[in-house]
């Protein structure tokens, strides 16, 4: 069901998709949508991709997608969405078990919690792009075990804002990890577990040499 490109904006009626359990995608892109209410997808027990990009999102309840456990990729990007939109990213989709991709980029989120992603062990992809993230805490990815895509490009990342270089630890399957436009001035924190990578991208940092032995 495609609705993007269109006025909506406010999603205030639960019963809107309640005959549509048998839809599996969902684009409700590019409206001007503020509100959802809590019980709005309840019914689309089998959704697989749904889009919120480019709306006026600022909060979002907890219960939102709690029925959505066949949900596979989501689009929450270029919103108004911050850290105090929700009680956390883990608990808005700990029942989103099938979760692969998560695109969170061209929002307002300012820093990367502990135990943030927690439940989403399946997650493939992450895009925190173009956000204004100035702090990872120490656990910030733990429970992201198949992650390979990490995006943190275009935030206002320092070597300081890493709480601890063993943040990136539990990223075992990473492959793919962007850091370009930061403000990062070494890639200290990426020895003991870069070697897994096979692309790395950190243009348009404050990088002023190469540590030997990054890879090790």
């Known amino acids: 069901l495609d609705l993007s490109h269109n006025l909506i904006q406010w999603l205030l ?3 809107v998709f309640t005959d ?3 839809l599996s995608s969902l684009s409700l892109n590019r409206n ?3 509100l959802i209410h809590r019980n709005c997808f309840d019914k689309l027990v089998s959704l697989k991709c749904l889009n919120l990009s480019e709306n006026n999102l600022k909060i979002l309840n907890n219960q939102l997608f709690r029925n959505l456990i066949n949900l596979t990729e989501i689009n929450l990007s270029r919103n108004s969405l911050s850290n105090s939109s929700f009680l956390s990213v883990d608990y808005l989709f700990r029942n989103t078990i099938h979760l692969v991709k998560l695109d969170l980029s061209f929002n307002k989120f300012t820093k990367l919690e ?3 992603f927690k439940s989403l062990n399946k997650l493939f992809t ?3 792009a173009s956000n204004q ?3 990872i805490e120490k656990e910030a990815f733990k429970g992201l075990a198949s992650l390979k895509e990490l995006n943190l490009s275009s935030n206002q990342l320092s070597n300081e804002s890493i709480e601890d270089a063993s943040v990136f630890y539990d990223l075992n399957q990473l492959k793919y990890l962007y850091l370009s ?3 990062l001035k070494s890639l200290s924190f990426l020895k003991g577990h870069a070697h897994q990578l096979v692309y790395l ?3 348009d940092n404050e990088i002023e040499s190469v540590e030997s032995k990054i890879c090790n």
């Open 13 to 15: 009626d639960p019963t």
């Open 20 to 22: 549509l359990t048998g």
């Open 32 to 34: 001007t949508i503020e």
């Open 114 to 116: 502990s135990l943030m």
């Open 126 to 128: 992450l895009n925190l």
């Open 133 to 135: 993230i100035e702090f």
């Open 181 to 183: 436009h930061n403000k």
């Open 201 to 203: 991208v950190v243009n």
